[in-house]
């Protein structure tokens, strides 16, 4: 009896020592690019294994999240004990230090004239090793001027970071040389809300750039054609409601105006229009039927284009709607 269970073990032991050695012979010629991912496990402790064969494919995960845990905001924000993302809207992505003007101490207290001499070299130094090139310093001006004039359009952070990312983008081609860096930063900003969807015609961006609407024009064309942007054509239902809410226009006359321009653009009237001047006709129409009457003058400086425009188009316009 003790033979034969002793012969029983044996006979066990050589058969997985077997499955052992096929599975492992089948785990070496395994390719971990050829593997199906259904057939892939994600353990516990965070390894990827095959799960046939025990073939680890990923192992030594790191954690990048905190080492605390937080069960609401404010408990996350009372824990956490980093500083501000960084951000391409700055020419060094925010990675700086800052010396503080104030010539006081953590304590609040004041230095003495020793420390205020040594922190006042610091500062001029700070601020000479923040820009160490050319480069820097150019970019540096650029991306104050964009956040300057984002700031009084009133667009939204995202645009900021798209106009940055253009103009990183063209100083890294070289398409600065032989143009101003105004006009460059205020043609990546143009490019930028239109790539956002957020209108703002040239007309509004020359208002807030400190270079004239032509310049603006002909260098966001030569980096566009440059940087291949792909853009798409101007919506003008996307100017309806700033036009009407700077109009004080009810709802009513929103929507009548999307109609009106729903309808003329797919008899063809759009092809080849300024899409500013093409809405704020629209909205001269619409305010004319739902008895909300504006003079053209009134939506003509809204929309900063001529009565002469609001006129041509608002012709077109009621003669393909069919109204008299």
């Given at each position: 009896?003790?033979?034969s269970n002793r012969q029983r073990?044996?006979?066990?032991?050589?058969?997985?020592?077997?499955?052992?050695?096929?599975?492992?012979?089948?785990?070496?010629?395994?390719?971990?690019?050829?593997?199906?991912?259904?057939?892939?496990?994600?353990?516990?402790?965070?390894?990827?294994?095959?799960?046939?064969?025990?073939?680890?494919?990923?192992?030594?995960?790191?954690?990048?999240?905190?080492?605390?845990?937080?069960?609401?905001?404010?408990?996350?924000?009372?824990?956490?004990?980093?500083?501000?993302?960084?951000?391409?809207?700055?020419?060094?992505?925010?990675?700086?230090?800052?010396?503080?003007?104030?010539?006081?101490?953590?304590?609040?207290?004041?230095?003495?004239?020793?420390?205020?001499?040594?922190?006042?070299?610091?500062?001029?130094?700070?601020?000479?090793?923040?820009?160490?090139?050319?480069?820097?310093?150019?970019?540096?001006?650029?991306?104050?001027?964009?956040?300057?004039?984002a700031s009084a359009l009133g667009?939204?952070?995202?645009?900021?970071?798209?106009?940055?990312?253009?103009?990183?983008?063209?100083?890294?081609?070289?398409?600065?040389?032989?143009?101003?860096?105004?006009?460059?930063?205020?043609?990546?900003?143009?490019?930028?809300?239109?790539?956002?969807?957020?209108?703002?015609?040239l007309e509004e961006i020359a208002?807030?750039?400190?270079?004239?609407?032509?310049?603006?024009?002909?260098?966001?064309?030569?980096?566009?054609?440059?940087?291949?942007?792909?853009?798409?054509?101007?919506?003008?239902?996307?100017?309806?409601?700033?036009?009407?809410?700077?109009?004080?226009?009810?709802?009513?006359?929103?929507?009548?105006?999307?109609?009106?321009?729903?309808?003329?653009?797919?008899?063809?009237?759009?092809?080849?229009?300024?899409?500013?001047?093409?809405?704020?006709?629209?909205?001269?129409?619409?305010?004319?039927?739902?008895?909300?009457?504006?003079?053209?003058?009134?939506?003509?400086?809204?929309?900063?284009?001529?009565?002469?425009?609001?006129?041509?188009?608002?012709?077109?316009?009621?003669?393909?709607?069919?109204?008299?």
């Open positions: 009896m003790k033979r073990e044996h006979r066990s032991t050589r058969v997985r020592d077997e499955t052992t050695e096929q599975t492992d012979s089948k785990a070496d010629e395994l390719d971990p690019e050829n593997i199906d991912p259904e057939e892939l496990v994600r353990t516990a402790d965070g390894e990827l294994i095959h799960e046939e064969t025990g073939l680890i494919i990923e192992e030594d995960q790191i954690d990048r999240g905190p080492e605390w845990r937080a069960f609401n905001h404010s408990e996350r924000q009372s824990k956490s004990r980093v500083g501000a993302p960084t951000t391409k809207t700055m020419h060094d992505k925010g990675l700086t230090t800052t010396i503080d003007w104030k010539d006081k101490d953590a304590y609040g207290r004041s230095l003495s004239s020793e420390k205020r001499s040594q922190m006042h070299r610091l500062r001029k130094w700070q601020e000479r090793i923040r820009t160490k090139d050319a480069g820097e310093r150019n970019l540096q001006f650029a991306l104050s001027e964009i956040d300057r004039m667009v939204p952070r995202s645009v900021r970071e798209v106009a940055s990312v253009i103009y990183r983008r063209a100083l890294t081609e070289d398409l600065i040389r032989g143009r101003s860096i105004e006009g460059v930063s205020t043609a990546a900003l143009y490019a930028a809300c239109r790539k956002e969807g957020i209108p703002r015609s208002e807030v750039s400190r270079v004239e609407r032509k310049e603006i024009g002909r260098t966001y064309r030569y980096i566009s054609q440059e940087l291949s942007l792909e853009m798409r054509p101007v919506d003008p239902k996307k100017y309806v409601p700033r036009f009407c809410s700077e109009l004080e226009l009810p709802e009513e006359v929103q929507s009548k105006a999307k109609e009106i321009i729903d309808v003329t653009a797919e008899e063809g009237l759009l092809s080849g229009k300024s899409p500013t001047g093409f809405a704020a006709a629209a909205i001269y129409a619409a305010s004319l039927l739902c008895n909300e009457k504006k003079t053209q003058r009134e939506v003509a400086d809204v929309a900063q284009v001529t009565e002469v425009t609001i006129r041509n188009r608002y012709q077109e316009q009621i003669e393909a709607m069919g109204i008299h």
